[in-house]
């Protein structure tokens, strides 16, 4: 029996990895999902993403597959040519200089495509997802971080040294709070899952009558973005504060990018699309307010059609692309 060709996706974020083995049409075959622990360092998280592929590879021999190359989106700036991370946060510690694609590539012998996650994400959506057939685009993926992938004219803008997209440190608040990156008033620092989290981990010690309260049993540790929008779509008032407030920030950020770059289309991607339409229904006339008037008529923000999967199915439609051109 001929076997099938897939590729092997990879998407490693802040809090998990994930791994799949995926054909050439972007159906997952298996998929595998792992709490990223920085804990023991970068040396650590390598060798379990080499274990986690290892994994697929073999998940792939014992059902008739092939896995032709690997696609790999990682959070931080990469050297897409290299194949090495040439700037992290302190989310990823010791992640810079870690030559990602000489590893894999001497482990598994196949081609290996590495680029930021918010790049592969927006390949992803283009491929199969909420931008299929749209040829100028900006994805905005919000999770532990915040970053995004531009695509203009049907191909991903990567910039002059490949770092275009970094939505998540463009400044918002001239004098705000203190970012990851060193810097102060990032888009990250606003609407990053750690700021969610600590926002309203704050208002809990105050003792703020919410549902979220019921939902992480009394340990303020079970505190995830998830309870904030499952209490806000279930009509929690502080919950709904903390969305709209979120919503705020980020429609400043895409409300910029759309003045910058007039796309047809915003896509939002990552954990904060869990809050589902009731985000659309805050971010829309914030973004509205500040856009351009010629541009007011013309706003069209969707949330992912790829949901969890949107990194592992754009990870592999990079290895994809780059087989095709190679
Ligand atoms: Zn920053």
Known sequence: MKKKRCVCGVDLGGTKTATALIDFHGNIHHKTKKKTDVSD?????MAGIVGMIRDE???ADNHEMIVNAIGMGSGGCIDKDKGV????????PGWIGMPIKDILQKEFDVPVSIDNDGKVTALGEGWIGAAKGVENFVCIAVGT???????????????????AGEIGHASIEMNGVECDCGNYG???????ASSIIKRVTKALKKGVKTKIN???KGDLANVTPQTVFESAQEGDEFALSVLAEVSKYLGVGIANLINTLNPELIVLSGGLAQAGELLLKFVRP??????????????NIKLTKLGEEAGVI????LAITNMEQS
């Open 85 to 92: 991370v040439s700037y992290a946060t302190s989310v990823f």
């Open 286 to 299: 914030a973004v509205k307010q500040r856009i351009n008037v010629q541009a007011t008529g013309q706003i």
């Open 314 to 317: 754009g990870a592999a439609a």
């Open 186 to 192: 990032c888009l990250d620092a606003y609407v990053g």
């Open 41 to 45: 360092g970068a040396k650590s998280v």
């Open 145 to 163: 971080g915040v970053t995004s992938g531009i695509v203009i004219s049907g191909e991903l803008y990567r910039g002059y040294g490949g770092y």
């Open 57 to 59: 590879f073999e998940y």
């Open 214 to 216: 019921d939902k992480i």
